[in-house]
């Protein structure tokens, strides 16, 4: 069965320092990719996707993730964050299908904390 | 604004009540899917439907019913049987295209009384 790895439960920065949170992920194929971000008490908002192409994607706030299959890894990156980056991460895997609804597997969530 | 709404955003539950969550989607999406989320736990999947009269069961549907009449909503019975039902209930739907993207509804926290 595949399953998503976010080692870091809880990761906190300062502001203006870049980020690293690192997703790994098992699969029997080449799975589609994504992060998502959940602010308190609300739900979840897409950073980026991964379907196929170049492995390096650009999301929204300023955030990219690079594919790396030989690690089976999806990291998400930001050079410098900002306090409003503070919420929690989630990373997710889906297999890839011809129009039938794509079962999203997702990670324990990373939580990050920017201090000021 | 096209999205996905869920009401109400709390809702309390007494012992041996059944409970329903609402989800609107205005997308125009097939698919749409109810998650349970619990703290440390991520996201897992109740049931989840592609086309209007017809769903799945999900990783833990136990305790839980849900009904597509409608392309636009999916609504989420929490039964009696589902013994504890406190947790945040997320909604998203998506289209089917072979590369789909699940957006998300605001939520719904269950709490029991």
């Known amino acids: 069965a595949q399953s998503v790895t976010q080692p870091d439960i809880h990761i906190t920065v300062s502001e203006g320092a870049s980020l690293e949170l690192r997703c790994n992920y098992s699969y029997g194929a080449t799975p589609y990719l994504f992060w998502y971000v959940q602010s308190p008490g609300q739900g979840l908002q897409l950073l980026l996707k991964?379907?196929?192409?170049?492995?390096l994607v650009q999301g929204i706030k300023g955030f990219e993730a690079e594919f790396k299959r030989s690690q089976s890894s999806f990291n998400l990156r930001k050079p410098s964050v900002h306090w409003s980056d503070a919420a929690e991460y989630f990373c997710?895997?889906?297999?890839?299908?011809?129009?039938?609804?794509?079962?999203?597997?997702f990670g324990t969530g990373t939580r990050l904390q920017v201090t000021l | 604004d096209g999205g996905i709404t869920q009401s109400p955003k709390y809702l309390f539950r007494k012992e041996g009540q059944n409970v329903t969550l609402s989800c609107e989607q205005n997308l125009n999406h097939d698919a749409m899917y109810w998650y349970r989320q619990d703290p440390g736990q991520g996201l897992r999947l109740i049931y989840y439907?592609?086309?209007?009269?017809?769903?799945q069961k999900g990783d833990i549907a136990e305790g839980y019913s849900v009904s597509r009449e409608k392309k636009e909503s999916f609504p989420l019975t929490v039964t009696s049987a589902q013994k504890n039902p406190t947790a945040f209930y997320l909604c998203a739907s998506s289209i089917l295209s072979g590369q789909e993207t699940q957006y998300f509804g605001p939520g719904t926290r269950l709490l029991v009384l």
């Open positions: 997710a895997v889906g297999l890839p299908n011809t129009g039938t609804a794509s079962k999203l597997t």
């Open positions: 439907s592609q086309i209007v009269n017809d769903f």
């Open positions: 991964y379907f196929s192409g170049d492995t």
